[in-house]
């Protein structure tokens, strides 16, 4: 266990105090109206977005002072924990249904979403596991096989609700720690066919995700429908141009946009605050995954290295995912922006794993 601390990463805590303060401002700005409209109370959305920082920060101050090597110890009852939850969520009366999907568990505002945390849980443990097996993950049977059953058990769960934005997160990370680990690339390729095959099914499964494929290759063919978020998602960054219309100055927030201060923010952010305000928060999250590469290369141990690169590749594919949505390059799905969309579950999640990150640091070689 690494005993010797340092001072934590500075210009990681500068980027994600800094991205935190601007997602503050623009979910108070995309959701004033609606919030006006629906609650008579034009901060309902921030004041609660401010209190799930505010819990967010100081989860992340006292992991910050935790050492890493605790995750490892404690991995395996995360796990277990998370998966009970995931399972509770699935009961009608315990689990509360958001937008179609079962995936929240508590009352009113005061509620969690397990599949979040399930997403550090599983980083958590897939570093300790990894870390202790790294000779064998070449080995489809012995290696690569345990270290993805967990995974996809967990998917299966998360899919139930059904969230598959954050299913597709959590593979897509466990993905990458287990190819950084060392996995051969014909393992991974056959690995690939079979989780296309079983895209395409989930995907032919469900007709609200099929009209998603479509609207995403022809959105004007359904323009009233599934082709309406996009739409309306760039008609909020195309007259943003260079500049933006100015601080609070959305048109799309008015009732065009639905729930703009979710997985959509970044349209608004784009039309307020424009390329350049765009460009510097994506530069902003270049910055923080920059800072985690190198926490990861300077690890002392593997489990360090393996967490944190689990850690950095969580954020960057959620941030890939959402801004990929939100510009028409992907098919829509509900993935939130981290750091700035509402949402407390996934902002306390970011924070917490930030704080993890923050510790790694505190033992790093750079």
Known sequence: MPTKRTTPDFILLICTFTLLAVGLIMVYSASAVWAEYKFDDSFFFAKRQTLFAGVGIAAMFFIMNINYWTW???SKVLLITCFVLLILVLIPGVGNVR???RSWIGVGAFSIQPSEFMKLAMIAFLAKF???????????RQGLVPSLGLVFIAFALIMLQPDLGTGTVMIGTCVVMIFIAGARIGHFALLGLIGLAGF??????APYRMKRITSFLDPWQDPLGSGFQIIQSLYAIGPGGLFGLGLGESRQKFFYLPEPQTDFIFAILAEELGFIGGSFILLLFALLLWRGIRIALGAPDLYGSFLA???ISMVAIQVMINVGVVTGLMPVTGITLPF?????????LMLMAIGVLLNISRYSRY
């Open 99 to 101: 937008n179609g999907s």
């Open 130 to 140: 990894l870390s202790e097996r790294q000779k064998l993950i070449t080995s489809f």
């Open 72 to 74: 490892r110890e404690w």
């Open 340 to 348: 700035l969309s509402y949402g407390g579950s996934s902002l306390t």
């Open 200 to 205: 395409v099914g989930l995907v032919a499964s």
């Open 309 to 311: 690169v689990g850690i």
